[in-house]
């Protein structure tokens, strides 16, 4: 079973921060928090993962809180190529990713 | 660099028959990993190769099954298919399988009819 809970889907106007929640409250010390997002029909793309840092790459900005019980993914500037199904997956197996239903982002003009 | 590829894109197979899947993953990439996607179940882990040897697998019955080769490539079969194994087949290559991201392909689309 998935170790996340995330919202079924979510809306964002064009331009604006997305900011996609998390839940991980059973999350273990060595295990790492993934993001990947899917757009329909097309394979998953990884987006961004941390241990207990705050990261940040050129596609999202990741917060972890200090318990690392849960987390945000932030997009700064939504696009209208930014709406696809985002998963949040808790994960120290490497290359053994356990999918949840994801959060269905809509990024509206 | 050239990114995982999956072989063929789409697939019609009719129930009872096999098929093959191939999986090129990212040069230098030894972890190879198998999903099912379907509308039901979601994303499900199959199996994962590293370096030839399977190191995971996941829930599924033994008419599923895969092979790693020496360049990495993978394959993976399924045997005496029934309706129910239509789905979207995705790969994803990592370079070592642990705490490094994945890169998926954009799977292979098989319908059994």
């Known amino acids: 079973d998935a170790k996340t809970t995330q919202p079924t889907s979510m809306d964002c106007a064009e331009g604006r921060a997305a900011n996609l929640p998390c839940n991980h409250s059973t999350i273990s010390g060595n295990e790492y928090v993934y993001w990947y997002r899917q757009i329909h029909s097309q394979g998953p793309q990884y987006i961004i993962h941390?241990?207990?840092n705050n990261e940040t790459n050129e596609m999202a900005s990741l917060i972890i809180t200090e318990d690392r019980k849960s987390s945000t993914l932030i997009l700064p500037h939504a696009t209208l190529r930014d709406t696809a199904v985002y998963y949040c997956i808790v994960n120290n197996a490497g290359n053994m990713l356990t999918f949840g239903g994801g959060t269905r982002l809509m990024v509206k003009p | 660099k050239a990114g995982v590829t999956q072989t063929p894109r789409y697939l019609i197979k009719t129930r009872g028959q096999q098929v093959t899947l191939s999986c090129s993953p990212i040069?230098?990439?030894?972890?190879v990993s198998w999903y099912q996607q379907t509308p039901g179940q979601g994303l499900q882990f199959l199996f994962e190769y590293f370096s030839e040897t399977q190191r995971n697998k996941g829930n599924f019955p033994g008419r599923f099954s895969g092979r790693q080769f020496s360049n990495s490539r993978s394959e993976m079969n399924v045997s005496t298919l029934e309706l129910g194994d239509s789905a979207l087949y995705l790969c994803?290559?990592?370079?070592?399988?642990?705490?490094?991201?994945?890169?998926f392909g954009q799977g292979t689309r098989l319908t059994v009819v």
């Open positions: 941390g241990l207990k």
């Open positions: 994803a290559s990592s370079f070592q399988g642990e705490n490094t991201e994945a890169f």
């Open positions: 040069s230098g990439h030894r972890s």
